[in-house]
């Protein structure tokens, strides 16, 4: 009987240690995917496989099933825009001339009717592809807010809601493709692993490394349903929330939209090192990414007995924002919620340089036009052309300065 009582003892032992519990690994996942190792992780080379690969071994770690074409795998194949037997070190079809790119997909079944998908691009610049706004020798572009940030956030949703709000299923997607125009995204939902009719709703991270003190967090597509704002509202522990409205925007979520599904986009702003090398895993705000997590976590929970999310359009900011010929070379603050359109990063040996901007200035006048808005700012410099002169109003410290630009 004793023996008996301590194998039964021991297999409760064993047993017991084998439960699930959460592990906050945030941190962890940004230091790997934007690790130099990776060179950036571009769509197509071997950074991104790695980089995929860590992912695959991520999901497998946290228990989420396969739900790609090629167990956790999905691959997409397409002609870059740059030559494909270029220095970058791309994996060519010598039949096409294409390279590949990858999509990762984890899912958790609760056998529910519906699925929530929740997804952040991994891929990056590499070296500096087109999208790098660096100036100066070659340097590996690491990424780590753009968008190891997003990939490490769904990870650790990954991990809360394993054992958590079971009414939906859930479908955890990192994308590659994204700095080339929505192409991992774009191609699962034209190619899904699903069934999208029973796609609930999407909430996309893109950027969300880099809360500021002030905690503004902008949320994109809350107009995509009517239970958003609410639910935003309801569930909001102390974020200055940035609320937009539409569907469409620079990621992954607009591929989301176009296939009538209620979307969320969390963004924590622009910053200098945006697209440049030094967007690297020190400078990120963890306490701020755990945060955020709780965050969207909170509420998936509010909503987990609500059913199917009913989809709403909204107004497509996109379509009538105005084509430019110029441009004035700044950054701007897109969580910026005063009136005109704050700098929040000047380029150099571009015009707003050259006629002395700073980075805080507000631009309140752009030639005849008043500024109040970001699309009023576009609107007044889509009438100019390279050769053009005009005056520019800027606020700062409280005071009008008044400069010279040369376009």
């Given at each position: 009987?004793?023996?008996?009582?301590?194998?039964?003892?021991?297999?409760?032992?064993?047993?017991?240690?084998?439960?699930?519990?959460?592990?906050?690994?945030?941190?962890?996942?940004?230091?790997?995917?934007?690790?130099?190792?990776?060179?950036?992780?571009?769509?197509?080379?071997?950074?991104?496989?790695?980089?995929?690969?860590?992912?695959?071994?991520?999901?497998?770690?946290?228990?989420?099933?396969?739900?790609?074409?090629?167990?956790?795998?999905?691959?997409?194949?397409?002609?870059?825009?740059?030559?494909?037997?270029?220095?970058?070190?791309?994996?060519?079809?010598?039949?096409?001339?294409?390279?590949?790119?990858?999509?990762?997909?984890?899912?958790?079944?609760?056998?529910?009717?519906?699925?929530?998908?929740?997804?952040?691009?991994?891929?990056?610049?590499g070296y500096g592809s087109d999208g790098s706004l660096h100036r100066g020798e070659k340097a590996i572009h690491n990424g780590a807010d753009d968008n190891a940030s997003g990939v490490a956030v769904m990870?650790?949703?990954?991990?809360?809601?394993?054992?958590?709000?079971?009414?939906?299923?859930?479908?955890?997607?990192?994308?590659?493709?994204?700095?080339?125009?929505?192409?991992?995204?774009?191609?699962?939902?034209?190619?899904?692993?699903?069934?999208?009719?029973?796609?609930?709703?999407?909430?996309?991270?893109?950027?969300?490394?880099?809360?500021k003190q002030d905690s503004t967090l902008a949320v994109y597509g809350v107009g995509t349903s009517p239970r958003w704002k609410q639910t935003l509202s309801a569930t909001n522990p102390g974020f200055k929330?940035?609320?937009?409205?539409?569907?469409?925007?620079?990621?992954?979520?607009?591929?989301?939209?176009?296939?009538?599904?209620?979307?969320?986009h969390f963004f924590t702003g622009q910053h200098d090192d945006y697209h440049r090398p030094g967007d690297d895993s020190d400078k990120l705000n963890y306490e701020g990414m755990d945060a955020i997590s709780?965050?969207?976590?909170?509420?998936?929970?509010?909503?987990?007995?609500?059913?199917?999310?009913?989809?709403?359009?909204?107004?497509?900011?996109?379509?009538?924002?105005?084509?430019?010929?110029?441009?004035?070379?700044?950054?701007?603050?897109?969580?910026?919620?005063?009136?005109?359109?704050?700098?929040?990063?000047?380029?150099?040996?571009?015009?707003?340089?050259?006629?002395?901007?700073?980075?805080?200035?507000?631009?309140?006048?752009?030639?005849?036009?008043?500024?109040?808005?970001?699309?009023?700012?576009?609107?007044?410099?889509?009438?100019?052309?390279?050769?053009?002169?005009?005056?520019?109003?800027?606020?700062?410290?409280?005071?009008?300065?008044?400069?010279?630009?040369?376009?």
């Amino acid at each position: 009987m004793k023996k008996i009582s301590l194998l039964v003892l021991f297999i409760s032992l064993w047993g017991c240690k084998q439960e699930y519990t959460y592990e906050n690994k945030i941190k962890k996942d940004v230091s790997f995917l934007a690790d130099d190792s990776l060179e950036g992780r571009e769509t197509g080379t071997k950074g991104e496989q790695a980089a995929a690969a860590y992912i695959v071994e991520r999901f497998t770690e946290l228990g989420l099933q396969p739900k790609g074409t090629e167990g956790f795998y999905q691959a997409f194949s397409f002609k870059p825009k740059t030559d494909p037997h270029s220095e970058v070190n791309y994996t060519v079809n010598p039949e096409d001339s294409t390279i590949t790119g990858t999509n990762v997909l984890g899912y958790i079944d609760n056998q529910a009717e519906n699925t929530i998908i929740i997804g952040a691009h991994y891929d990056h610049l590499g070296y500096g592809s087109d999208g790098s706004l660096h100036r100066g020798e070659k340097a590996i572009h690491n990424g780590a807010d753009d968008n190891a940030s997003g990939v490490a956030v769904m990870l650790d949703l990954a991990a809360k809601l394993m054992k958590a709000n079971t009414s939906n299923n859930y479908l955890f997607m990192a994308f590659s493709g994204e700095e080339m125009g929505l192409l991992g995204s774009n191609y699962f939902t034209k190619n899904a692993t699903l069934d999208l009719n029973k796609a609930n709703y999407m909430i996309n991270m893109d950027m969300v490394g880099r809360l500021k003190q002030d905690s503004t967090l902008a949320v994109y597509g809350v107009g995509t349903s009517p239970r958003w704002k609410q639910t935003l509202s309801a569930t909001n522990p102390g974020f200055k929330l940035i609320e937009n409205e539409s569907g469409v925007g620079p990621s992954d979520h607009t591929s989301f939209y176009l296939q009538d599904m209620p979307v969320l986009h969390f963004f924590t702003g622009q910053h200098d090192d945006y697209h440049r090398p030094g967007d690297d895993s020190d400078k990120l705000n963890y306490e701020g990414m755990d945060a955020i997590s709780n965050y969207i976590f909170d509420i998936i929970t509010e909503l987990d007995d609500d059913g199917k999310l009913a989809f709403r359009k909204t107004k497509n900011e996109s379509e009538e924002t105005p084509r430019f010929k110029v441009g004035l070379g700044v950054v701007p603050d897109y969580l910026f919620d005063g009136e005109g359109m704050r700098v929040d990063g000047i380029s150099e040996d571009k015009p707003a340089q050259k006629a002395g901007l700073q980075k805080g200035d507000i631009v309140v006048k752009l030639g005849d036009s008043s500024v109040v808005d970001m699309m009023s700012y576009m609107r007044a410099l889509s009438v100019f052309k390279a050769g053009d002169s005009t005056q520019v109003v800027v606020k700062r410290n409280g005071e009008d300065i008044q400069a010279n630009i040369n376009f």
